[in-house]
T-cell receptor
Framework: QKEVEQNSGPLSVPEGAIASLNCTYS??????FFWYRQYSGKSPELIMS????GDKEDGRFTAQLNKASQYVSLLIRDSQPSDSATYLC????????????????FGTGTQLKVEL | SQTIHQWPATLVQPVGSPLSLECTVE??????LYWYRQAAGRGLQLLFY??????ISSEVPQNLSASRPQDRQFILSSKKLLLSDSGFYLC???????????FGNGTRLTVT
């Protein structure tokens, strides 16, 4: 079982629709959860951070966390063609690296395509 | 505000040649620094991290090495590149605790 699992996609949604991206993780001790957006050929860009159960909204983006079920999701409302990218889910157990530091485990990403 | 600079953006190197990639962070002190690699169609692999000057930890044994000569400078090196070293190399920083990672623009390395 992968530590962080995402459906690779592509997930195709029409412009203006809600895109729902899901991520499951295996480590019950995980404490911090992040969503990154990565355009083709570019570096990952942080979209959302979520640390407690429930929903967190930021503009058109909503992150949802359910620690009991070990899943985190990202909803994108009113999807735009510019949202077409690969979305990476990252999970952290907290400070566990030797000497400090925060080890994030990344999923392989879900490719989202927003169609006109 | 904090910024991270990574260079070069692209690099084509022959097998057996040396490598040096550099990353600097501005606007913060004592950042935790990371080198990741992303192979084509694959996830992000943590290569090295550093929590202070001269402190380097390796996550994956390989022919790469890292150094942190200054607080906000992180260097990835190799004495002899392999074909398998091709990939997208990303430097990242964070300020500790539960803070998220912030990535540089990356270096696309092709070993021929």
């Amino acid at each position: 079982q992968k530590e962080v699992e995402q459906n690779s996609g592509p997930l195709s949604v029409p412009e203006g629709a809600i895109a729902s991206l899901n991520c499951t993780y295996s480590d019950r001790g995980s404490q911090s959860f992040f969503w990154y957006r990565q355009y083709s050929g570019k570096s990952p860009e942080l979209i959302m951070s979520i640390y407690s159960n429930g929903d967190k909204e930021d503009g058109r983006f909503t992150a949802q966390l359910n620690k009991a079920s070990q899943y985190v999701s990202l909803l994108i409302r009113d999807s735009q063609p510019s949202d077409s990218a690969t979305y990476l889910c990252a999970v952290s157990r907290g400070i566990i690296l030797t000497g400090g530091g925060n080890k994030l485990t990344f999923g392989t990403g879900t490719q989202l395509k927003v169609e006109l | 505000s904090q910024t991270i600079h990574q260079w070069p953006a692209t690099l084509v190197q022959p097998v057996g040649s040396p490598l040096s990639l550099e990353c600097t962070v501005e606007g913060t002190s004592n950042p935790n620094l990371y080198w990741y690699r992303q192979a084509a169609g694959r996830g992000l692999q943590l290569l090295f991290y550093s929590v202070g000057i001269g402190q380097i930890s390796s996550e994956v044994p390989q022919n790469l090495s890292a150094s942190r000569p200054q607080d906000r400078q992180f260097i990835l090196s190799s004495k002899k590149l392999l074909l398998s070293d091709s990939g997208f190399y990303l430097c990242a920083w964070e300020t500790g605790g539960d803070s998220p990672l912030h990535f540089g623009n990356g270096t696309r390395l092709t070993v021929t």
